[in-house]
């Protein structure tokens, strides 16, 4: 029997950009440019961030961290929203280890909401087939 090696057994945490555009409160989107990081973070090519069809980010969480947003993805989405002055989604998923599948989903919509500072709230209803969304907020 063939051992695994350490990095195949070690978590990376992987993101994608999720481009679309809004309908109303429907949102439909895809996700594109995936990057891999380490652990517990993970580096992206800002400038393609600047486009203005980004609807927000796509990530994988490990196990233990859960489904919520993290204080590193609290922290990231908040400069994004102030800085594009506009509301974002933050997705997180949890991935199969050895199948690469997406299990469970979450998606957060990261907004400044009216004489408060940035924060965020579950979407409630949305779908992520392949790299296809649609949301509703």
């Known amino acids: 029997m063939q051992e695994e090696s350490i990095d195949s057994i070690m978590f990376k945490e992987r993101c994608w950009f999720l481009y679309g555009f809004k309908i109303g409160r ?9 990057s891999e990081g380490e652990t517990a973070s993970v580096e992206f090519d800002w400038e393609k961030g600047l486009n203005r069809f980004l609807l927000g980010w ?49 998606c957060y919509l990261f907004k400044r909401w009216p004489g408060k500072k940035v924060n965020y709230q579950p979407i409630m209803s949305d779908k992520l087939l392949k790299n296809f969304y649609i949301g509703l907020l």
């Open 58 to 106: 796509f990530h994988t969480h490990s196990d233990s961290f859960g489904l919520r947003p993290s204080s590193e993805d609290a922290k990231t989405m908040r400069a994004w929203v102030r800085t594009l002055e506009r509301p974002l989604i933050c997705g997180i998923m949890h991935e199969q280890k050895r199948k690469k599948e997406f299990l469970w989903r979450v």
């Open 26 to 34: 429907i949102v439909i989107g895809w996700l594109k440019y995936h």
